[in-house]
């Protein structure tokens, strides 16, 4: 079976779960963010493993379920959109003064990822901290100057999406993807 998979990617609190949303909506394949998902499974065991305390720890947590996202989307077919990718990880092992590992760098090259993807800039207005984004505002910024490397590193070209109502921000997508929106 054959998917084209699109990244959707940025700092925390940019809209990207929103967006996964609408284009779930529209009936298109999605896999939801994966850090978000983790940080409630890890705070609910006794010594879970949380970003905050153990980042490399955390990021291999992520890296692991990253890919097994990534193999689940190999059985489908049409388009496949990830809230995130593997090299969001490096983004933020880099922010934080870490190195990426190697065996993470030769994995991402056997995924068949679309070059183009999806980056949401950093939007304050819409920003909120919750208990699995304790970020601040800064922080996120900075992450997102991270991730924006990340990608570029890996050779990716970002797409920005601009700061646009939800529909406009699918419509936009959609443009780039080349496929009309369904309704």
């Known amino acids: 079976m054959s998917s ?13 779960s929103t967006l996964l949303e609408a284009l779930k909506g529209q009936g298109f394949c ?13 705070t609910a065991l006794k010594s879970g493993v949380l970003p905050w305390e153990n980042l490399p720890a955390f990021a291999e947590l992520v890296f692991d379920r990253m890919f097994e996202q990534y193999e689940a989307s190999t059985e489908k077919e ?3 959109f990830f809230d995130r990718g593997i090299p969001d990880i490096f983004g ?3 922010n934080s003064g870490y190195t990426i590992p190697e065996s993470y760098l030769t994995k991402l090259q056997k995924c068949a990822f679309n070059q183009t993807v999806f980056i949401l800039p950093p939007w304050q ?15 996120s910024v900075s992450l997102y100057n991270a991730i924006k490397s990340a990608y570029t590193k890996q050779g990716f070209t970002l797409q920005e999406v601009p700061k646009l109502k939800i529909d406009e921000r699918l419509r936009y997508v959609m443009s780039v993807v080349g496929e009309d929106v369904l309704s």
């Open 78 to 80: 049409g388009i496949c």
């Open 92 to 94: 933020y092992l880099e």
């Open 4 to 16: 084209q998979k699109f990244i959707i990617t940025g700092g925390p609190g940019s809209g990207k």
């Open 30 to 42: 999605c896999f939801e963010e994966v850090s978000r998902e983790l940080i409630k499974e890890q």
């Open 125 to 139: 207005e819409i920003y909120t901290q919750d208990s699995e984004r304790p970020q601040t505002y800064e922080d």
